[in-house]
Nanobody
Framework: QVQLVESGGGLVQPGGSLRLSCAAS????????MRWYRQAPGKEREWVAH????????SYADSVKGRFTISRDNAKNTVFLQMNKLKSEDTAVYYC???????WGQGTQVTVSS
C-alpha cells in the first residue's frame, strides 16, 4: 500500500532554514505528482507546494513563494521541501501527499520560534 514518511521537522529560529524529506513507497513514484501541505493549530490544512512527475515543474502558495523550494529525487522515491527565511507563521505540521491517490503521510512538526 502507499506509504509516505516525512522527516526533517524541528525547532528553528526565525530566519532559519529546514529541509523536509518524504520517503515514498507502495506505488510507482515517477508516475505521480507530489505535494506538500501544512496545518497550523486551529487552522485548516493548506496547500504549500506542488511538483509534477515530468519535467519537475513546480508551483507554490503565495505565502511561501521565493522562500520554499520543492524538489524530488526519482531514483530515491523521495520528495523534499527546502524552507528558507522561516517565519513564525510557518509553524505547522507539514504533510506530503500524492493528490491523485488521496494519500497522506503522518506529518512532521515545524516550529519557528525564538
Amino acid at each position: 500500500q502507499v506509504q509516505l514518511v516525512e522527516s526533517g521537522g524541528g525547532l528553528v529560529q526565525p530566519g532559519g532554514s529546514l529541509r523536509l524529506s518524504c520517503a515514498a513507497s507502495g506505488f510507482t513514484f515517477t508516475n505521480y505528482a507530489m505535494r506538500w501541505y501544512r496545518q497550523a493549530p486551529g487552522k485548516e490544512r493548506e496547500w504549500v507546494a506542488h511538483i509534477y512527475n515530468i519535467g519537475s515543474i513546480t508551483s507554490y502558495a503565495d505565502s511561501v513563494k521565493g522562500r520554499f523550494t520543492i524538489s524530488r529525487d526519482n531514483a530515491k522515491n523521495t520528495v523534499f521541501l527546502q524552507m528558507n527565511k522561516l517565519k513564525s507563521e510557518d509553524t505547522a505540521v507539514y504533510y506530503c501527499a500524492v493528490p491523485t491517490l488521496s494519500s497522506w503521510g503522518q506529518g512532521t512538526q515545524v516550529t519557528v520560534s525564538s
